[in-house]
């Protein structure tokens, strides 16, 4: 069980990794993912929808880049499943775990605590403009969506279980 803990640990870290890293270097990535208002607050900053070249780039590396390590960390998480004798229930729950806690910690975190508790909005608008923005926080961003996520999720660990227990059976 420590290890479904570990795996959905490290799972949390490749998405911080790359909502962080994408806000700063590429910060129309997180623009996209901003509630209306916000993206209000950023046009009537000047800030631009537009992928600079370079904003493409880093974020098409940083799409790799965490891509791969979260395809590792599933192949591992389940090869070492099957190998150390999980049935398929157990092999669900371990990814069901790693989903949910990386769900779990987005919604949270990262859509309500981060934009809404902390300056970090207004942060990346004083990164872009050099000013002092008037706002420093925006709206949770919820679009209901959430449970059908996590419920998708749940078919998904099952697809992955009985997957990898087919393969390294």
């Not at 962080?20 to 916000?38: E, H, N, R």
């Not at 940083?62 to 499943?81: D, E, N, P, R």
């Not at 909005?121 to 919820?142: D, H, M």
Request: aromatic share 14%; proline share 2%; hydrophobic share 55%.
């Amino acid at each position: 069980m420590l290890l479904n803990f570990v795996y959905g640990l490290i799972g949390i870290i490749l998405l911080t990794a790359f909502c962080l890293i994408g806000a700063f270097s590429a910060p129309q990535v997180a623009y996209w993912c901003m509630t209306p208002k916000a993206k209000k607050l950023l046009e009537e900053h000047g800030i631009s929808r537009k992928f600079s070249m370079k904003g493409k780039i880093s974020l098409a590396l940083l799409t790799a880049v965490i891509s791969v390590l979260y395809v590792i960390t599933i192949i591992y998480a389940g090869k070492q499943g099957v190998i150390s004798g999980m049935n398929f229930w157990q092999l669900m729950l371990r990814f069901m775990v790693f989903f949910w806690m990386i769900s779990i910690f987005d919604a949270v975190v990262l859509d309500w605590w981060m934009f809404t508790k902390t300056r970090i909005f207004g942060i990346l608008i004083k990164q872009k403009t050099g000013k002092e923005p008037t706002v420093w926080s925006v709206e949770p961003q919820w679009d209901g969506k959430e449970i059908h996520k996590l419920i998708i999720e749940v078919a998904v660990s099952a697809l992955l279980a009985w997957a990898f227990l087919k393969i390294y059976q």
